[in-house]
Nanobody, 121 residues
Framework: QVQPVESGGGLVQAGGSLRLSCAAS????????MAWFRQAPGKEREFVAS????????NYAAFVKGRFTIARDDAKNTVYLQMNSLKPEDTAVYYC??????????????WGQGTQVTVSS
């Protein structure tokens, strides 16, 4: 079992930046695609970004393109989400998800517990 563990959330002002990390607890993420999702209060969980098994392909939701960057460091068994130019509407719990294969498709195999990101105006 490979359990994602997120960290790096917090409170930031609008226009600021945060970097979320997702580490593997247990085995490794190597050879698996990974993704980030988020869920705001009263809303459904939504896709944010994904990265394939070797980092050669990424996908982003339209609302984060140009602001967020997903990356992976397999030597550290960690996936990152760099978030720049944050907006109050980015406030949500952010979840890391491990895919079932080398490219991402729903449903994920494992979810992390989530990390809170709050953007103040």
């Amino acid at each position: 079992q490979v359990q994602p563990v997120e960290s790096g959330g917090g409170l930031v002002q609008a226009g600021g930046s945060l970097r979320l990390s997702c580490a593997a607890s247990g085995r490794t993420f190597y050879h698996y695609a990974m993704a980030w999702f988020r869920q705001a209060p009263g809303k459904e969980r939504e896709f944010v970004a994904s990265i394939n098994w070797n980092g050669g392909s990424t996908n982003y939701a339209a609302f984060v393109k140009g602001r967020f960057t997903i990356a992976r460091d397999d030597a550290k068994n960690t996936v990152y989400l760099q978030m720049n130019s944050l907006k109050p509407e980015d406030t949500a719990v952010y979840y890391c998800a491990k895919a079932r294969g080398i490219t991402y498709s729903n449903p994920p195999e494992y979810w992390g517990q989530g990390t809170q990101v709050t953007v103040s105006s």
